[in-house]
């Protein structure tokens, strides 16, 4: 069992993540409550939770101490959840069936959004996801294991959609959808700057950093009391990559109101002022590691990461559905159509976007 004072009162799932069974748990004692939150790991995305478990150790043992440093000079508490070990000392239980539990502790008085509310929310997530990146840009990129590998490889993906496109199923399914080959050829149109981040890494204008994976709105969390952020949660897919794609996926989510789901695409617009709130509220603290070759890549960021998501979700509709969950056929086809509609009106604001980034 895990090391916890007290003694569990309630056991009921908590939020609607699409990765780990989670759990919340409240344990209480004659004089004090604590929640914490209990977690399945799905063995099924994650191949070795092993290297999950380790990966939160060495994170937390480097960011933690930092925290505490600021805490008496920083305008908020700024929080990560800490590792609840059993009572033998280890990470995680594993059970009769083989499956891994952890727990950890919960982020209290505080909320997590699904959609940003106003500039000043996007200006706070901008600001938390800062924080995150300086605070672990001294951390080497090998001091972690990859949870996920060739995640955010543009060029592996393309090569994917390249071998699917060949097959039979996926070329009437081109020819049946209304915009089948309209979509094809948004994507031909932009196959050069699929490599673009590859190259750069490996010319040396940019380097490996420490990423989060999943910067999405609802894994920020806003203090209930303050308004201000103080985490960033969901830290399994923290690991060795290109922070670029945790800028621009972040800001790809925040500043599209409509969402991914949009059936409406006039409704799927770029919000500058969203952006501009969030990316400054980032520099606050990424300009103290930034240099200006990654400033330069900024606005590619935001764009390719948009270009690569439709380009999944496209993929996956050729393929029969057989990786994102869908409720109805087409839904993957209406969600590549969002993302290639985002794409668009990025690149509508790209002179804006790249003086703004690099002044």
Excluded at 218 to 227: E, K, L, R, S, V
Excluded at 236 to 263: K, M, Q, W, Y
Excluded at 328 to 345: D, G
């Amino acid at each position: 069992m895990f090391d916890v004072a007290g003694y569990p009162v309630v056991v009921q799932p908590l939020g609607c993540g699409n990765v780990n069974d989670t759990y919340l748990v409240v344990c209480r004692t004659a004089f004090a409550e604590e929640q914490l939150v209990l977690q399945r790991i799905n063995q099924r995305v994650f191949k070795k939770p092993e290297n999950i478990m380790l990966n939160l150790r060495r994170l937390t043992a480097h960011v933690h101490p930092k925290l505490e440093f600021e805490s008496s000079e920083s305008d908020r508490i700024w929080q990560m959840p800490k590792i609840i070990q059993t009572r033998e000392g280890n990470d995680f239980i594993k059970d009769a069936s083989g499956n891994m539990w952890r727990m950890i502790t919960k982020i209290a008085s505080a909320t997590a959004f699904d959609k940003v509310r106003d500039s000043a929310h996007a200006h706070e997530c901008g600001i938390v996801l800062g924080h995150f990146h300086r605070t672990v840009s001294d951390m080497a990129s090998d001091a972690l294991i990859d949870p996920l590998p060739g995640f955010h490889v543009t060029t592996s993906y393309l090569q994917k959609y390249d071998e699917v496109r060949l097959e039979g199923e996926a070329q009437a399914r081109v020819k049946t959808a209304p915009d089948g080959v309209a979509l094809v050829e948004f994507i031909e149109k932009r196959r050069p700057i699929v490599p673009l981040f590859q190259d750069a890494l490996a010319r040396g204008e940019i380097s490996m950093r420490i990423m989060h994976g999943d910067p999405k709105i609802n894994n920020i969390m806003i203090d209930d009391y303050t308004g201000k952020g103080t985490s960033i949660i969901d830290l399994d897919t923290v690991s060795p990559g290109l922070f670029h794609f945790d800028f621009g996926d972040a800001i790809r989510s925040i500043c599209n109101p409509a969402g991914e789901e949009e059936s409406d695409l006039e409704k799927v617009v770029f919000s500058l002022e969203l952006c501009k709130s969030f990316a400054s509220g980032y520099m606050k603290h990424a300009a103290e590691f930034l240099t200006a070759a990654e400033r330069n890549y900024l606005y590619d960021a935001i764009r390719l990461i948009t270009f690569e998501l439709g380009l999944r979700f496209f993929q996956d509709y050729l393929a029969g559905s057989v990786y994102f969950k869908t409720q109805y056929p087409e839904q993957n086809l209406n969600r590549a159509r969002v993302q290639f509609r985002l794409c668009q009106a990025i690149e509508a604001h790209e002179a804006s976007l790249r003086k703004f980034f690099t002044e």
